[in-house]
C-alpha cells in the first residue's frame, strides 16, 4: 500500500501563486507516474498533470498549460505543482496520484479556492 499526503491549498486571489505538494508512505517502490488531478463542484474528476519516472514525460492539461508546473524529486519520494497566473475556475479538490504497476493510489485532496 502507498499512503498520500497533500498540502499547500488554501485561498488565492486571481492571479497568484500557489504550490501543493504530496508526500508519499508506505510502500513505495515503482512508482512509474505521478501527479495530480482536481475535481470541481459539480464536475468530473481531471487530469492537470503527471510525470514519469525520471521526469522524462511530462503531460498538461491544456487549461493549465503555461501556467502550472509539475516536478518530481525522486530520492525524496514527493512531487509538487507550481501552480501561477491562478484562475477562478482552477477552484477544486486537488489530489495527488501515483501508479504503482496497474495500480493507482489516490491522495485525499486539497482544497484550492481562487476568489476575491
Known amino acids: 500500500q502507498v499512503q498520500l499526503v497533500e498540502s499547500g491549498g488554501g485561498l488565492v486571489q486571481p492571479g497568484g501563486s500557489l504550490r501543493l505538494s504530496c508526500a508519499t508512505s508506505?510502500?513505495?517502490?515503482?512508482?512509474?507516474?505521478v501527479g495530480w488531478y482536481r475535481q470541481a463542484a459539480g464536475k468530473e474528476r481531471e487530469l492537470v498533470a503527471t510525470i514519469t519516472s525520471g521526469g522524462g514525460f511530462l503531460n498538461y492539461a491544456d487549461s493549465v498549460k503555461g501556467r502550472f508546473t509539475i516536478s518530481r524529486d525522486i530520492a525524496k519520494n514527493t512531487w509538487s505543482l507550481k501552480m501561477n497566473s491562478l484562475k477562478p475556475e482552477d477552484t477544486a479538490v486537488y489530489y495527488c496520484?501515483?501508479?504503482?504497476?496497474?495500480?493507482?493510489?489516490w491522495g485525499k485532496g486539497t482544497l484550492v479556492t481562487v476568489s476575491s
Open positions: 496520484i501515483a501508479k504503482q504497476l496497474s495500480t493507482t493510489y
Open positions: 508506505g510502500s513505495i517502490w515503482s512508482l512509474n507516474v
